[in-house]
């Protein structure tokens, strides 16, 4: 007997769930038919007041919005497309003043850091370059040659 009190309880229970369900689901709905009303009503007003209006007013009103339009769109799209040459043009600058420095970078040091030294005679030459060149090393610029001078 008991079970089937707490049987009853629990078909009860799913019964007033259902209830509410079905009650926010009607209040949903009439909320929903309410915007509807209300932007039938003003799709009614801007007819009334679009018919007011000769077609010929009608299509320049239409024309406009489209020309507003797509002056609007081209002007985003010329944007985006100057961004993008912009950033492409500072790429390619630094890209450009990098490979001048790395260019120009080596012989500027070079000359700046390279020194003539007057030798008395040709036998301190002999001395510093040693037998068959040994002393004398490349540069990595390939500026020296182990020449004589």
Do not use: C, W
């Not at 049987?7 to 007033?16: P, R, T």
């Not at 007819?47 to 009103?61: G, I, N, V, W, Y």
């Not at 040459?85 to 630094?94: L, R, S, T």
């Not at 260019?103 to 005679?121: D, F, I, K």
């Amino acid at each position: 007997m008991r079970e089937k009190e707490v049987q009853i309880d629990q078909k009860l229970s799913a019964f007033d769930n259902r209830e509410k369900k079905l009650k926010e689901q009607e209040e949903r709905t009439q909320s929903i038919e309410t915007k509807v009303s209300e932007t039938l009503e003003q799709v009614k007003q801007k007819l009334e007041q679009t018919s007011a209006m000769s077609q010929d007013d009608a299509k320049k009103m239409l024309i406009e919005t489209m020309e507003n339009e797509a002056r609007h769109d081209a002007a985003k799209h010329i944007k985006v497309i100057e961004d993008e040459a912009k950033q492409e043009a500072e790429k390619k600058a630094k890209k450009i003043i990098a490979l001048a420095i790395s260019r120009y970078a080596g012989e500027y040091s070079s000359e700046r850091t390279v020194s003539v030294v007057a030798l008395p005679n040709d036998e301190m030459k002999g001395r510093i370059i040693g037998r068959e060149g040994r002393n004398i090393r490349r540069s990595g610029s390939g500026n020296r040659n182990g020449s004589h001078h």
